[in-house]
């Protein structure tokens, strides 16, 4: 337990936290409704095909995809990256193969990977062209089919997963050439590595855990997040805080039942794959996210009539010895909770061993 002015106290590890947003939408494509990729985007999201999941989600670093329509837009875009120092994944449609190929041809010599972008077609043109091999391909939700899919699997290629809503280490996120400026310097203020989609640490395809995971997250962890109003503390690639605020103080904390507190939360997903990297790097990265929680609880109006900080820890070794007051929960209570850190640690857990290469899915 913690009172705002005085010494720091008890510790929750909250379950809930969001890892994946949702994938941008596209346009419908001629006469294919929206909705049509519906049923195939569980099956991608399993793995079906060889869809990619993404890097480690340990490690600090970004898969940056730039959607590129047109040849003025390609050599834009070759401007800007050239001017920031990066390398990004460029979506390209098939028909740049004969539009833009020797814009192709110098955004390889720069070190960056050109990926396919919407219905499939001519595939070998786009390589031969750009003299690289595709490898992965955006195919947005009213391009997916069987048909699309077996294709690209006969070439090898790689259907790329959705990008994210928000930055989260090993995940992939798209920006317009005409936003890549300033959200470059915004990823990399916030301690993360731009790289390409195929150089990420850990690059994998998906699998059925995480689909389920998917799931898990939409419906039980962002339902929490709303329901809750939980503050998300977790812009920096190592941030792991969250923090809710609530008009009452729950049992056991032994204050009156109507003083304001803030229940503190973990980051789950995010902790278990800076764990999976390295126990220590996960430490470290937790005690750095106190500065967020000092700031949000002197800057966030929300926060401001707080009494207490409290929570429910699987750190209290080390929370006793920083000046935090331990509270024994109810046997019961702690029971409930170690099954449920224990279902949390399964549902968030990323492989142990991530696949170095990528398998195709039988087509």
């Known amino acids: 337990m913690r009172r705002r002015r005085g010494p720091p106290g008890c510790f929750r590890v909250g379950a809930m936290s969001r890892f994946a947003g949702p994938p941008h939408e596209h346009e419908p494509l001629h006469g294919r409704p929206a909705h049509a990729g519906a049923l195939w985007s569980p099956l991608l999201r399993a793995g079906a095909f060889g869809a990619l999941r993404g890097g480690h989600p340990g490690h600090p670093a970004l898969g940056v995809t730039v959607p590129v329509q ?6 834009r875009a070759l401007d800007l990256l050239a001017e920031a120092g990066l390398r990004v994944t460029l979506l390209c449609p098939p028909l740049l193969a004969t539009e833009a190929s020797e814009l192709l ?6 070190g960056h990977e050109i990926a396919g972008d ?29 048909a699309a899919l077996r294709e690209l699997a006969a070439w090898g290629v790689h259907p790329l997963p959705p990008a994210l809503g928000a930055s989260e280490p090993g995940g992939t996120v798209e920006v317009t050439p005409a936003a890549l400026p300033a959200q470059a310097r915004d990823w990399r203020a916030r301690g993360y ?14 699998t059925p855990a995480d689909l389920a995971q998917h799931v898990y997250l939409r419906l039980v962890e962002d339902r929490f997040t709303a329901q809750s109003h939980v503050i998300d503390l977790t812009g920096r690639a190592d941030g792991v805080m969250r923090i ?27 902790v278990v794959g800076l764990a999976a990297r390295s ?19 002197q800057t966030r109006p929300e926060l401001a009539d707080a009494q207490v900080i409290f929570g429910v820890s699987l750190f209290f070794g080390p929370m006793e010895k920083a000046g935090f007051t331990l509270v024994e929960l109810p046997p019961l209570q702690a029971r409930w909770y170690g099954l ?21 899915w039988p087509g």
């Open 70 to 75: 047109g040849a003025a837009e390609l050599g």
């Open 105 to 110: 041809w110098a955004a390889t010599r720069a």
């Open 118 to 146: 919407g219905p499939v077609r001519d595939v070998a043109l786009l390589q031969a062209v750009a003299g690289q091999r595709v490898t992965a391909w955006r195919l947005p939700p009213a391009a997916q089919s069987g």
């Open 193 to 206: 590595r731009l790289l390409p989609v195929r150089e990420l640490p850990g690059l994998r395809e998906a």
């Open 244 to 270: 809710a605020p609530l008009d009452h103080a729950p049992p056991p904390l032994p204050v009156p039942r109507d003083t304001p507190t803030a229940e503190l939360h973990l980051h789950s997903p995010r």
């Open 279 to 297: 126990p220590l790097t996960a430490y470290r990265a937790y005690a750095r996210s106190w500065a967020d929680v000092a700031h949000a609880l």
């Open 340 to 360: 449920g850190f224990r279902l949390l640690r399964l549902a968030t857990a990323p492989p142990a061993r991530p696949a170095r290469g990528c398998r195709r």
